[in-house]
């Protein structure tokens, strides 16, 4: 199998859409609905392909037998884009993403603008989906209004989130330049956890929104990722991390380290 012929289905929700659930999307056009249909499907697919050709070597060993993109006409999913871990399975090898509405209005408006803005965003889901075993065993403890499950839930996030941007981060995206700059914010979001009433049991889940919205996860967690990979003796140690996580990020973009979006065989670690 290659990312070319990997089973791929898209369809919108609702399955049956109406005119006016899509009249304001880039593209739509009344008389040619099928047309454009079928364009916007393209579109996506194109993109998600090119995401799985970038991360090939590490997902072609993987077991897919269906992949599923489902796009969101309704505002059931916020945010942009996600990876539905309950609604997929590895030992079926079956994998389902969403795209927001929100998300496809700018995929549209990006695709005929002709803007590669948003070229390496399915990457990121791709690597939660690498990472499948590991984020359903930490969502179980977001059913939690227990303090410390909350705790466990905001720190695993950094991890989540780090692993799965840590391929921006390479590529030079990251708001955050350097590992230092990274530990200071970090810190800094702990001392507010810790000056938090958790006790009183009234502001707890309001206090958990504002945690989890105003996370440092997707800028932060890349550094904390190639903090542990540059630990000497971690069994995960790699000289490549180590000189990434030393040298500051705008470093790595004036040309030190140099990578072009493609994940290639030996830049892989295995672990046990
Ligand atoms: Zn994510």
Redesign the pocket.
């Known amino acids: 199998m290659t990312a070319d012929n990997l089973p791929i289905d898209i369809y919108f929700r609702p399955r049956n859409y109406t005119w006016d659930e899509m009249c304001d999307l880039p593209g739509a056009n009344k008389d040619c609905m099928i047309d454009w249909d079928y364009e916007v499907r393209t579109i996506v697919e194109g993109r998600f392909r090119d995401a799985c050709r970038n991360l090939w070597p590490l997902i072609e060993g993987l077991n897919f037998r269906s992949i599923t993109i489902v796009l969101d006409l309704i505002g059931m999913e916020h945010g942009d884009i996600g990876y539905y871990p309950y609604d997929s399975s590895e030992e079926k090898g079956s994998y389902v993403f969403y795209a927001s509405y929100d998300f496809l209005e700018a995929y549209l408006r990006s695709h005929f603008e002709e803007s590669y803005e948003l070229r390496y965003i399915w990457e990121?889901e791709l690597i939660?989906l690498c990472d499948h075993r590991n984020i359903t065993e930490f969502k179980y403890y977001n059913l939690s209004t227990d303090v410390r499950e909350f705790l466990i839930h905001y720190l695993l996030s950094f991890r989540?989130?780090g692993l799965?941007d840590l391929y921006f981060t390479m590529l030079g995206h990251n708001d955050i330049m350097g590992s230092e700059t990274a530990r200071q914010k970090f810190l800094a979001g702990i001392r507010k956890f810790e000056a938090v009433r958790w006790e009183d049991e009234t502001i707890i889940k309001q206090k958990e929104y504002e945690f989890m919205s105003e996370n440092g996860f997707y800028d932060l967690g890349p550094w904390m990722v190639l903090h542990v990979l540059s630990c000497p003796g971690y069994k995960g140690y790699t000289s490549q991390a180590a000189s990434v996580a030393e040298h500051k990020l705008i470093e790595l973009c004036k040309g030190k380290l140099q990578y072009d979006g493609v994940i290639r065989k030996d830049n892989i670690l295995v672990y046990s």
């Open positions: 990121h939660h989540n989130e799965a």
